[in-house]
C-alpha cells in the first residue's frame, strides 16, 4: 500500500511517514542492508481507526482484541479494538475481570469492527482480563450468515500500581569504609506522592562477590506483592450446545473463559571474614526515616546494601546502594583451600597500592604447619596505583591445620595483613594425610569383679609409621549416645536419609534421660538440633507430601518411611511436630504396606514397624507377612516382630520370630551376631545393622534372655571409633544398645576403674579417654593393655582401636566389587593423559567406574589435587566455555545410552572434592567427566578416588594415590 526509504544516523534511528486511506489492521515491515550486503528485517502490526469498512481477514468465529498500549497506569484510557467475525449485527458483552467481575457493559455494533474505550482504575492493577461475548441472531440453515451465532475471546492488560509503589533512598554514612569501621545508613521511605510513610524494612548486606556467583534468588518486591495473576472468572453462552445441536454445527473455537500467570608488619590481622553481616528488620518513623549500623568485617570489597520496604497497606518499594571497604595499602593472599601432607605449593600475595605515590614495601609470611623454602621477608616497589605479586615456596608438614599470615608494611607507615579467606571454623587450612588408615580394635562390657587383658602387637615393617592406640571407657551408654552423635555429625555425604538419622540419634539421646540424667545444656543443645533437622525435612518434602533420597527428588515410601519414623522419635522426645505432618506421611506408608510381593516383603516389615510406632495397631495386617516369615531377612523379621510387640501381639503370636532370630545368632569370641545371607542393598541393609535391630527386637519381646549381653558386647566392638561404620547401623546400634541399658540393665551406676598399659595407668574414673602413639609402645615384645573395675553394680563399657596411618607407598589401588579409575587431560583432548598443566589451563577429570552387578546408594568421590579449583557450570563466574559434567556408559555406540544419563542423582563440588550419589546404579562401566582450572603452582599429592556403597562397606573400590604437578 506504500513504501518509504530512510537512512539511519549514527544513533542508529531514522523514519518515513505514510497515510493510512481507510481504517483496518496494517503491517509496516522494515528491510535494512547493511556494508557487507546483509539484509535484516523486522515487522510491526497497527490498527487505524476511521469511518467505512474494515479490510482484514478475520477467522470465521474469532473474536480479535489489540490494545493500544502494552502497559497502563491508575487514570489512563485503554482503546481496544476488537475484530468481529464478520460484519453484522452484534450484541457485545464487555467485562473485565480477574478474582471477580469488576465491570461490565452491553454495547451494540453494525458492522466487524469496533474501538472501546476502557477507563484504567486501580482495581485493575496489577493486571485485569478483558473479555468479549459477541453474539448475533437469525434464521436459517447452516451456513448462512443469518444464522443464530455467538464468539468470545479475552486479553489481559498489565496495569502498573503506580499508587503502591513506595520510594526508597539509602544514605551512607561515608563514601569509603576500611575493614572494622562502623558504617551507617538511613533509609528513608515514602509514598508515591513524596510523604514519609512507616514501613517494616528488611535490611541486608551482603558481599558483592558473593551476589556475583549466581542469579538472584529473590524479585524485586512489586514482583513479588502484584505479579499479574490469572483470571478466575469463566463464561459460558447458554445456546451453547443448543445451536451446534440443531444445525449439526461445530463447536466454535475460543468459547472458554479464563487463563494463567504464573599479627604481621604492624597492622592488625584480618581473619574477621564475613559475606552477610547485616541482616535485619528496622521500622521507618513517622518521618519515614529509620537508621541500621554494622560493624563491617575484614573483607576487602563491594558492599550492596539491600533495602526492601512493606506497609501494613502492603504498599512495597526497594532499592539498593554499594559501598567499598578498602584501604590505601593492602595485601590479598592466594592460598589453596586445602592441602596434602608432602605438597610442594608456592603462595602467593597480591599487594596493592592505592595512593598516588610510589611505595617501597616490605612483605612477609608468617606460616605454621608448613616449611618456608623462600624468604620469609620479602621488599617490594609498588608504583602508584598499581599491583605486585609476591611469592613463597614452602612444604606442608604433617599436621592437621596451616596457619598462614600474609604481611605488608610500607616505609610510609601504611601496613595490612590477613590470612587467606576461605579456611576452616578453625581459620587453619586443613591439612589431609597422604596415607592408608589402617585400623583394628576390640571391645566388650565388664560387669561387677571383671577384668580383662588385651595383647597389643605391631608387625616390624610398621614400626615408626604415625599411628595410636585409642582407648574409650564409659560407664553409661549415654556416653555412646553422645559419641555416636558427633560421628554422625561429621559424616562427609548427605541426603534425606541422613538429616533423618541425625533426628533421631538426637532424640533417642534425650529420651534416654528416663534413665540417665542429661545437664540442661545437653537437653538444650539436643532439642535445637532435633528442631533444625525438623526443619530441614519440612524444607525437603515434595509437593505429594513425601520424601525422596535427594532433595527436589521423587518420592520413594522407603524414605517417606524413614523420615517418618524420625517425626514420630521427635515428637517423642517431647520436641513440636505438627501431627498432620505425621498423619499425611503415615497415609502414604500404609498405602505401600500391604505389599506382600516376595521382592518387597522386608520393606513391608519395616512399614508395619512405623504404623505401629504411629500408634496403629498393625496386628491383623501382619498376618499375611507373618504367614511368610521364612523368606524374611534378619531385618525383616526384626521389624516384624518389633511391630507386633509394640501393637501388644501375644506371645503365641511372637514366639515363631524370636526362635528364628535366637537360633540364627552366629556365636564367636566378640559376641553374638546376624549375618545377613542375601542383604538388601536397597533397603540399606548390612550385617551390623541386623545386628543392632535383632538385639532392639529381642530386647522388647524376651529382655531376659541371656544371648542379649553377648549381642550387645558384639555392637560395642563393633565400633569405629565413636560411631559405626554407615549411617544406618550407627542409628540402630544406638537404639539397640539404648534400649537394652534401659531394659535389661536398669540405668547406670558409679565405681571405680582403671586402666593400664605395660603396667602403667593411663585412664581412670576421671579421665574416659586416652591415646597411646605407636612410638611409646614396647618393641619386640607384646604390648598389654589391662581393664579392671571395682563396685557391684552397673556395667563398664570399653572400646581399643590400634589406628595406623600407612605410608603412601601402601596406597595402591583396589577393588572389592567396584573398579574406579581416574585420568587426567588437557581440556578436551583426551588421546593423551596429563600429570602436570599450566596455571590457567583448564583440566577434564575423566572417572571410570565399573560395577559388576546392580549396586544401590552408590557413593563416588574424587580427591582434587589442592592447586585446582572445579568449575562449576552452574556459577555466573565460570565460563561458558566450560563443558558440562558428563556421564555416559563406557559404550559409545550402544545406542541407548542416554537412558543412563541421569544415574547419579546428586552433584556436590566441594573444597577438596567432587562426590557424587547414585540411589542405584545398573551394573556396567560408566565413564565421569568434568573440569577444574589450575590456579596454584606446586606438586601436588592427590589422594585416591574410592567409589563405594553407602550401606554396604566390605563393597568398594579406590584407585592409587598420584602426584601431579602446576607450573607458572
Not at 544516523?9 to 496494517?26: A, E, N, R, V
Not at 524479585?219 to 513479588?224: E, I
Not at 553377648?710 to 542409628?731: S, Y
Request: proline fraction near 5%; charge should be negative.
Amino acid at each position: 500500500m506504500g513504501t518509504g526509504a530512510t537512512r539511519v544516523g549514527t544513533d542508529g534511528m531514522g523514519g518515513t511517514t505514510f497515510t493510512p486511506s481507510t481504517p483496518g489492521i496494517y503491517r509496516v515491515r522494515a528491510t535494512i542492508v547493511d556494508a557487507q550486503g546483509r539484509t535484516n528485517t523486522a515487522s510491526l502490526r497497527f490498527y487505524v481507526r476511521g469511518e467505512g469498512s474494515v479490510t482484514y481477514a478475520p477467522s470465521r468465529y474469532g473474536i480479535g482484541i489489540i490494545a493500544d498500549r502494552e502497559t497502563y497506569v491508575p487514570g489512563d484510557t485503554a482503546s481496544l479494538f476488537m475484530q468481529l467475525p464478520y460484519e453484522a449485527n452484534w450484541t457485545l458483552l464487555i467485562t473485565t475481570e480477574r478474582a471477580d467481575v469488576m465491570t461490565e457493559d452491553v454495547i451494540r455494533v453494525n458492522g466487524e469492527s469496533v474501538v472501546y474505550e476502557l477507563p484504567i482504575t486501580e482495581a485493575f492493577a496489577p493486571n485485569a482480563y478483558v473479555s468479549v461475548t459477541a453474539i448475533k441472531g437469525g434464521v436459517g440453515y447452516y451456513g448462512d450468515p443469518s444464522l443464530p451465532a455467538y464468539s468470545m475471546t479475552y486479553t489481559s492488560l498489565t496495569v502498573t500500581p503506580i499508587h503502591r509503589i513506595l520510594n526508597v533512598e539509602i544514605e551512607p554514612s561515608a563514601e569509603d569504609y576500611e575493614p572494622g569501621d562502623a558504617a551507617s545508613f538511613t533509609v528513608r521511605v515514602t509514598d508515591s506522592d513524596g510523604n514519609p510513610v512507616i514501613a517494616e524494612v528488611g535490611a541486608a548486606l551482603t558481599d558483592e562477590a558473593v551476589l556475583d556467583l549466581a542469579p538472584p534468588n529473590s524479585a524485586p518486591q512489586l514482583d513479588v506483592f502484584y505479579d499479574p495473576t490469572r483470571n478466575y472468572v469463566m463464561t459460558h453462552v447458554g445456546m451453547m450446545g443448543l445451536i451446534d445441536l440443531l444445525e449439526d454445527g461445530l463447536f466454535p473455537g475460543g468459547y472458554g473463559g479464563g487463563g494463567g500467570g504464573d599479627e604481621g608488619g604492624g597492622a592488625l590481622i584480618r581473619d574477621d571474614f564475613e559475606y552477610t553481616p547485616l541482616w535485619e528488620s528496622i521500622v521507618t518513623d513517622a518521618n519515614g526515616i529509620a537508621e541500621v549500623s554494622v560493624e563491617l568485617p575484614d573483607n576487602l570489597t563491594t558492599w550492596r546494601f539491600d533495602a526492601r520496604a512493606v506497609t501494613m497497606d502492603t504498599d512495597v518499594g526497594d532499592t539498593t546502594l554499594d559501598v567499598v571497604s578498602s584501604l590505601p595499602l593492602l595485601i590479598r593472599p592466594a592460598a589453596p583451600r586445602f592441602f596434602v601432607v608432602g605438597d610442594q605449593v608456592t603462595l602467593a600475595a597480591i599487594v596493592q597500592n592505592n595512593t598516588d605515590t610510589d611505595q617501597v614495601v616490605s612483605t612477609s609470611l608468617q606460616a605454621v604447619g608448613v616449611q618456608v623454602n623462600s624468604a620469609a621477608a620479602q621488599s617490594v616497589t609498588i608504583p602508584a596505583g598499581s599491583r605486585t605479586r609476591v611469592t613463597w615456596d614452602v612444604i606442608v608438614q604433617d599436621v592437621d591445620g596451616v596457619d598462614l599470615v600474609f604481611s605488608a608494611q610500607a616505609a610510609s607507615g601504611l601496613a595490612d595483613a590477613a590470612r587467606p579467606q576461605l579456611t576452616g571454623a578453625d581459620g587453619l587450612i586443613p591439612v589431609y594425610a597422604y596415607t592408608a588408615p589402617d585400623t583394628t580394635g576390640t571391645g566388650g562390657i565388664l560387669r561387677p569383679g571383671d577384668a580383662v587383658s588385651q595383647a597389643v602387637a605391631i608387625p616390624p615393617r610398621y614400626f615408626g609409621v604415625d599411628g595410636s592406640l585409642d582407648v574409650q571407657v564409659q560407664t553409661s551408654l549415654l556416653e555412646t549416645a553422645f559419641g555416636a552423635i558427633e560421628h554422625l555429625r561429621a559424616y562427609p555425604y548427605t541426603s534425606t536419609e541422613y538429616t533423618a538419622s541425625m533426628i533421631i540419634a538426637n532424640a533417642l539421646t534425650l529420651q534416654a534421660q528416663s534413665f540417665a540424667a542429661l545437664s540442661p545444656e545437653q537437653q538444650s543443645s539436643l532439642s535445637s538440633a532435633i528442631r533444625a533437622g525438623i526443619e530441614q525435612l519440612i524444607a525437603q518434602r515434595n509437593a505429594d507430601g513425601g520424601w525422596g533420597y535427594f532433595r527436589m527428588q521423587e518420592s520413594e515410601t522407603l524414605v517417606i518411611a524413614y523420615v517418618t519414623l524420625a517425626l514420630i522419635e521427635a515428637r517423642d522426645s517431647g520436641a513440636v511436630v505438627d501431627p498432620a505432618l505425621i498423619e499425611s506421611a503415615l497415609q502414604l506408608v500404609s498405602t505401600a504396606s500391604t505389599d506382600i510381593a516376595p521382592t518387597s516383603l522386608n520393606r513391608t516389615a519395616f512399614y508395619l514397624y512405623v504404623r505401629a510406632r504411629g500408634g496403629e495397631n498393625i496386628i491383623s495386617a501382619a498376618e499375611p507377612l507373618l504367614a511368610q516369615r521364612l523368606d524374611l531377612s534378619h531385618a525383616g523379621k526384626s521389624f516384624l516382630l518389633l511391630a507386633l510387640a509394640t501393637s501388644g501381639a501375644s506371645a503365641e503370636m511372637t514366639d515363631a520370630l524370636v526362635s528364628d532370630l535366637l537360633s540364627s545368632a552366629v556365636l564367636s569370641s566378640t559376641g553374638a551376631q546376624w549375618d545377613e545371607p542375601r542383604p538388601e542393598w536397597r533397603n540399606w541393609d548390612s550385617d551390623t545393622r541386623s545386628t543392632a535391630l535383632a538385639l532392639l527386637a529381642l530386647t522388647m519381646a524376651r529382655p531376659d534372655h541371656d544371648l542379649l549381653p553377648n549381642a550387645a558386647r558384639w555392637l560395642i566392638t563393633a565400633r569405629r571409633g565413636d560411631g559405626w561404620e554407615t549411617t544406618q547401623e550407627t542409628v540402630w546400634a544406638l537404639q539397640a544398645l539404648i534400649a537394652y541399658g534401659r531394659e535389661v540393665e536398669g540405668g547406670t551406676a558409679e565405681f571405680p576403674y582403671e586402666v593400664t598399659f605395660n603396667g602403667d595407668v593411663v585412664s581412670s574414673a576421671d579421665m574416659l579417654r586416652t591415646s597411646i602413639p605407636v612410638e611409646e609402645f614396647a618393641s619386640g615384645m607384646l604390648n598389654r593393655l589391662t581393664f579392671t573395675r571395682g563396685g557391684d553394680s552397673g556395667l563398664l563399657y570399653y572400646t581399643s582401636y590400634l589406628n595406623l596411618r600407612l605410608p603412601a607407598e601402601d596406597v595402591t589401588a583396589l577393588s572389592r566389587g567396584v573398579s574406579v579409575r581416574r585420568d587426567y587431560y588437557l581440556g578436551t583432548n583426551t588421546d593423551a593423559a596429563i600429570t602436570s598443566a599450566q596455571v590457567g589451563d583448564t583440566i577434564t577429570v575423566r572417572l571410570t567406574i565399573t560395577i559388576p552387578q546392580d549396586m544401590y546408594y552408590f557413593v563416588l568421590d574424587d580427591p582434587l589435587p589442592a592447586g585446582v579449583e572445579p568449575l562449576d557450570p552452574a556459577l555466573l563466574i565460570t565460563s561458558e566455555s566450560v563443558d558440562d559434567p558428563a556421564l555416559r556408559p563406557l559404550d559409545h555406540e550402544d545406542p541407548f545410552w542416554f537412558w543412563n544419563w541421569f544415574v547419579f542423582n546428586q552433584t556436590e563440588m566441594r573444597d577438596s572434592r567432587t562426590v557424587l550419589y547414585a540411589d542405584f546404579l545398573g551394573s556396567g562401566t560408566y565413564v565421569y567427566s568434568y573440569q577444574v582450572r589450575a590456579v596454584t603452582p606446586g606438586t601436588y599429592q592427590v589422594m585416591p578416588t574410592q567409589g563405594f556403597a553407602q550401606y554396604q562397606p566390605d563393597v568398594f573400590g579406590r584407585t592409587a594415590g598420584v602426584v601431579f604437578s602446576i607450573s607458572e
